[in-house]
């Protein structure tokens, strides 16, 4: 009987549901987004907000608000199914948790529930997506400074993948890849590139090069600025906001910086060792003050092939203290500061 119910938005059999067990631990009484009023509790599962696929999207701010009308209370579950319906038989393809698996922006093709029809908060968001969304980066990606990646046997898959080691968001982290990424992506990275991944089921499933290194050494490397703003933009409503450039002093847990993407708009930019530092007080334009936070650094002077580690401000050289060059890539989201990467020459 319930894989005939028929639930506005899912496919037949298809649907979220509440259930209570009894003490033998079997199921006793299954509720359904199908509310009966009159019958069924006040505090009945029911939808609020209508599966909507438009290129608008629905907004999921950094607050917790969904589409400007309701808070996701602490303990929403949400779901992720598949969009193509011939996938739904396939629960590799699902995912649940809490509200980290909503991206901060725009989720084109939501449904909502709650059990408190005048109330605020929802209870659960089930969230559609295609395959292919899941290799798609936002501004919810962070900055990755890889330490090394190496090969491992992955015991459920029963064959090798790729295993990347470093630090992300200020915390050592390793991840590694999702079956069917392709692991060529990852040729050529090494110790001191800066990456974002986009996962799927905690694995990596897409790659996108923010730094890497110059192997001849005649330049410290090249920087790709991720899809945003850049320097020169100063548009706070942007939901992520990039910086790259030297410092040339520091204050405090706060760097001046000379931002290297200003003119070029951050694409293919090449930072050399050394640069001619502009005169502040003419061209104070091209001075950005950042504050340093979840800091993470490659030096290439310590160890055979440099050293990745988690540090603090008073680890960051700058011009002013010891005429030193350091190079820094910032990330802000939401107007406010995420990670900074140092790579220290």
């Known amino acids: 009987a319930l894989n005939a119910v028929s639930v ?13 067990l009894n003490d033998d631990g079997q199921i006793k009484n299954i509720d359904t987004p199908k509310y009966n009023k009159g019958i069924e509790s006040e505090d009945s599962l ?86 292919s969304n899941y290799a798609e980066l ?16 992955d015991e459920s898959l029963e064959e090798v993948v790729k295993e990347v080691r470093g630090i992300e968001g200020g915390v050592e982290k390793a991840y590694r890849t999702y079956e069917e990424f392709d692991k060529t992506k990852l040729d050529g990275l090494s110790k001191g590139d800066v990456v974002r991944f986009a996962y799927y089921k905690g694995m990596i499933y897409n790659v996108q090069v923010v730094f890497q290194k110059d192997s001849t050494g005649a330049t410290i ?25 030297y410092v040339r002093s520091r204050e405090g847990k706060f760097l001046k ?26 061209t104070s334009e091209e001075y950005r003050v950042i504050q340093a936070t979840n800091i993470a650094i490659y030096d290439h002077s310590l160890d055979a092939n440099g050293r990745v580690y988690v540090g603090d401000i008073e680890d960051i050289p700058y011009y002013e203290g010891n005429g030193q060059y350091a190079v820094v890539i910032m990330r802000y989201r939401s107007r406010s500061p995420q990670e900074i990467v140092v790579i220290k020459q």
């Open 138 to 153: 936002n501004h919810d990606n962070k900055l990755f400074l890889i330490d090394k990646i190496i090969d491992v046997y």
């Open 46 to 131: 029911r939808s609020c907000l209508e599966k909507s696929k438009t290129t608008s999207g629905v907004l999921f701010s950094s607050d917790g608000i969904l589409a400007k009308q309701f808070v996701l209370s602490a303990s929403a579950k949400v779901f992720v199914l598949p969009e193509d319906a011939s996938l739904l038989g396939n629960y590799d393809m699902y995912s649940s948790g809490g509200k980290s698996l909503l991206s901060t922006g725009k989720n084109t093709n939501v449904m909502a529930f709650q059990t408190k029809e005048d109330s605020m908060y929802v209870n659960l968001v089930v969230v559609w997506k295609d395959q």
């Open 8 to 20: 506005k938005g899912f496919q037949t059999g298809y649907y979220p549901v509440r259930y209570i």
């Open 221 to 245: 490397g090249t920087y790709n600025r991720p899809s945003g703003s850049n320097a020169e933009d100063n548009n706070e409503g942007n939901y992520d906001m990039y910086y790259c450039g």
């Open 257 to 282: 910086i000379w931002t290297a993407d200003i003119t070029t708009k951050g694409s293919n930019v090449s930072l050399p060792k050394t640069i001619l530092w502009k005169n502040s007080e003419t």
